[in-house]
C-alpha cells in the first residue's frame, strides 16, 4: 500500500499563489507519475498537471502558463505551483500517484484524500 498526503491548500484571492505538497511514502514501490487533478462543484474530476518519472509534463489548456508541476524523486513529493489564480481555480484538488511495487509489472493508482483550494474574487 502507498499512502498520499497533500497540504498547502487554503483561501487566496484572485491573482495570488498557493503551493500544494503531496508525498507518498510506502514500501518496496517506485513511482512512475505523479500528478495533481481537481474536481470543483457539480463537474467531473479534471487532470491539471502531471509528470513521469522521466520528467515529461502534461498540463491542462486551462491553467499553462500559471501553474507548474515539479517532483522531488528522492522524497517521493510532487508540487504544485499555482500563480495568477482565478475563482474558476476553485476546487478539491486531489495528487494521484502511479505506483509499480517489486519487480510486479502492474500499475496501481492511488488518491490522496483531498486538499480544498478556493480562490475568492
Known amino acids: 500500500q502507498v499512502q498520499l498526503v497533500e497540504s498547502g491548500g487554503g483561501l487566496v484571492q484572485a491573482g495570488g499563489s498557493l503551493r500544494l505538497s503531496c508525498a507518498a511514502s510506502g514500501s518496496r514501490f517506485s513511482i512512475s507519475a505523479m500528478g495533481w487533478y481537481r474536481q470543483a462543484p457539480g463537474k467531473e474530476r479534471e487532470l491539471v498537471a502531471a509528470?513521469?518519472?522521466?520528467?515529461?509534463?502534461n498540463y491542462a489548456d486551462s491553467v499553462k502558463d500559471r501553474f507548474t508541476i515539479s517532483r522531488d524523486n528522492a522524497k517521493n513529493t510532487v508540487y504544485l505551483d499555482m500563480n495568477s489564480l482565478k475563482p474558476e481555480d476553485t476546487a478539491v484538488y486531489f495528487c494521484?500517484?502511479?505506483?509499480?511495487?517489486?519487480?510486479?509489472?502492474?500499475?496501481?493508482?492511488?488518491w490522496g484524500q483531498g486538499t480544498q483550494v478556493t480562490v475568492s474574487s
Open positions: 509528470e513521469t518519472s522521466g520528467g515529461s509534463t
Open positions: 494521484n500517484a502511479r505506483v509499480i511495487f517489486g519487480g510486479n509489472p502492474f500499475e496501481y493508482i492511488y
